[in-house]
């Protein structure tokens, strides 16, 4: 059974970078994408966007400015940092596979909570 | 960006009855639809892939139809577990898009 958790520092600076690292267990990291989704409290899902193992990313046009994704195929990880983060994008943060065989992000970590407040 | 419109955004209903979800989306996505279920506090679950799946482990009174920009997500008979919010996602293109939800709650 493949399982995510993400991890990271729950407080961030504004105008600071926020950086979260999602772990993956019980599977090989390698030949899928990942992607990193985000929720504010009480609204809907936000994708901001993936990496595959190989290390090649697509990022959400409304945030690529400030994203960037790598992977570490060695400690099957993948990280997330978005930098001049601001109040909005304080928000629940999740990571997922991307299934190949259906497109479908099939397993999601449990998510974590990231507020931007100085 | 495609744009995922659900309808409706809430939806009361009882125990036993069925229930349909709308997502259109705003160009053609062939069958490239998912639908998902998430309750408070935790992370959305995988229902319906490609409009018509049924994601393993998934109770059968879940199903998906549609194909194109019209898609339904029908639950036959609810049951107590099923009062969630609904989300529909478009894995045709990149970005990902979601629809905005559609609230679930009891009558």
């Known amino acids: 059974q493949v399982q995510l958790q993400e991890s990271g520092p729950g407080l961030v600076k504004p105008s600071e970078t926020l950086s979260l690292t999602c772990n993956v267990s019980g599977g090989s990291i390698s030949s899928y994408y990942w992607s990193w989704i985000r929720q504010p409290a009480g609204k809907g899902l936000e994708w901001i966007g993936r990496i595959y193992s190989s290390g090649s990313t697509n990022y959400n046009p409304s945030l690529k400015s400030r994203v960037t994704m790598s992977v570490d195929t060695s400690k099957n990880q993948f990280s997330l940092k978005l930098n001049s983060v601001t109040a909005a994008d304080t928000a629940m943060y999740y990571c997922?596979?991307?299934?190949?065989?259906?497109?479908?992000?099939?397993?999601w970590g449990q998510g974590t909570l990231v507020t931007v407040s100085s | 960006d495609i744009q995922m419109t659900q309808s409706p955004s809430s939806l009361s209903a009882s125990v036993g009855d069925r229930v349909t979800i709308t997502c259109r989306a705003s160009q053609t996505i062939s069958n490239y639809l998912n639908w998902y279920q998430q309750k408070p506090g935790k992370a959305p679950n995988l229902l319906i892939y490609?409009?018509?799946s049924l994601q393993s482990g998934v109770p059968s009174r879940f199903s998906g139809s549609g194909s194109g920009t019209d898609f339904t997500l029908t639950i036959s008979s609810l049951e107590p577990e099923d009062f969630a919010t609904y989300y529909c996602l478009q894995s045709y293109t990149t970005p990902r898009t979601f629809g905005q939800g559609t609230k679930l709650e009891i009558k």
């Open positions: 490609a409009a018509s």
């Open positions: 997922a596979r991307d299934a190949s065989y259906s497109r479908a992000f099939d397993y």
